[in-house]
């Protein structure tokens, strides 16, 4: 099996069970910088991609009263977001093979781009940038070191790795994204000290916009 069809048909099911009792409505480090840029209300359309089983939707949802729409590959995350959560829609499918034809106005995905197998890496980049109004606003958090890293993932048997990278630049470099924010805390801790390129994961808020200007008009 490749590292996708891995995921899909046990390691998104073992994930959740393994996290579950920590998934609930709260207010994190990303519900935080959302309040902060004050991106939201109740005509907001938002989009998590690997939403699990909507916790941090349902905590947006309290907050604003906006459409929230999960992407989620585990059963058993969808089933007992669904349950927990009859307010959110859940779309039970991954970042490879989400394929919207409407527009949002917020995407999420947190801890999802290490995941992704390279041979996806840009298939993921170009359904999430099909999604996003022109405007809108992009919520990335991941581990963004500034080096190129891969490790083996020690929970399968299967040859899998996860990548740590700087994933906001796969957006910043097209043009077409400009970067509003980024942030860093310790990953182990979840405090913002004693951080190092081991445990560093950065959270970077983007907004969709052409950023190119037109030569015949600055040269």
């Given at each position: 099996?490749?590292?996708?069809e891995?995921?899909k048909?046990?390691e998104?099911?073992?994930?959740?069970?393994?996290?579950?009792e920590?998934?609930?409505?709260?207010?994190?480090?990303?519900?935080?910088?959302?309040?902060?840029?004050?991106?939201?209300?109740?005509?907001?359309?938002?989009?998590?991609?690997?939403?699990?089983?909507?916790?941090?939707?349902?905590?947006?949802?309290?907050?604003?009263?906006?459409?929230?729409?999960?992407?989620?590959?585990?059963?058993?995350?969808?089933?007992?977001?669904?349950?927990?959560?009859?307010?959110?829609?859940?779309?039970?499918?991954?970042?490879?093979?989400?394929?919207?034809?409407?527009?949002?106005?917020?995407?999420?995905?947190?801890?999802?781009?290490?995941?992704?197998?390279r041979?996806?890496?840009?298939?993921?980049v170009?359904?999430?940038?099909?999604?996003?109004?022109?405007?809108?606003?992009?919520?990335?958090?991941?581990?963004?070191?500034?080096?190129?890293?891969?490790?083996?993932?020690?929970?399968?048997?299967?040859e899998v790795?996860?990548?740590k990278?700087?994933?906001?630049?796969l957006?910043?470099?097209?043009?077409?994204?400009?970067e509003?924010?980024?942030?860093?805390?310790?990953?182990?801790?979840?405090?913002?000290?004693?951080?190092?390129?081991a445990?560093?994961f950065?959270?970077?808020l983007?907004?969709?916009?052409?950023?190119?200007?037109?030569?015949?008009?600055?040269?």
């Amino acid at each position: 099996m490749n590292q996708l069809e891995v995921f899909k048909s046990q390691e998104a099911d073992r994930w959740f069970e393994r996290n579950r009792e920590s998934l609930k409505p709260k207010d994190d480090v990303i519900v935080w910088l959302l309040d902060t840029y004050g991106l939201l209300n109740e005509k907001s359309s938002v989009l998590e991609v690997g939403a699990s089983n909507g916790y941090r939707l349902a905590r947006l949802y309290e907050k604003y009263a906006c459409r929230c729409v999960a992407v989620e590959p585990s059963q058993k995350a969808v089933e007992d977001g669904k349950k927990s959560f009859p307010f959110l829609e859940f779309y039970p499918t991954t970042a490879e093979e989400m394929d919207f034809s409407e527009e949002f106005d917020l995407i999420i995905v947190n801890s999802v781009f290490h995941w992704i197998d390279r041979k996806n890496l840009f298939k993921v980049v170009a359904n999430i940038d099909k999604a996003l109004k022109e405007g809108g606003a992009l919520v990335i958090g991941d581990f963004q070191l500034p080096v190129l890293l891969k490790n083996p993932y020690h929970h399968v048997q299967e040859e899998v790795y996860t990548y740590k990278q700087p994933y906001k630049e796969l957006f910043l470099s097209s043009g077409l994204y400009l970067e509003l924010a980024s942030f860093c805390y310790n990953h182990d801790t979840k405090e913002f000290k004693e951080i190092n390129l081991a445990n560093l994961f950065c959270v970077s808020l983007l907004r969709k916009q052409e950023l190119y200007l037109r030569q015949d008009k600055v040269l």
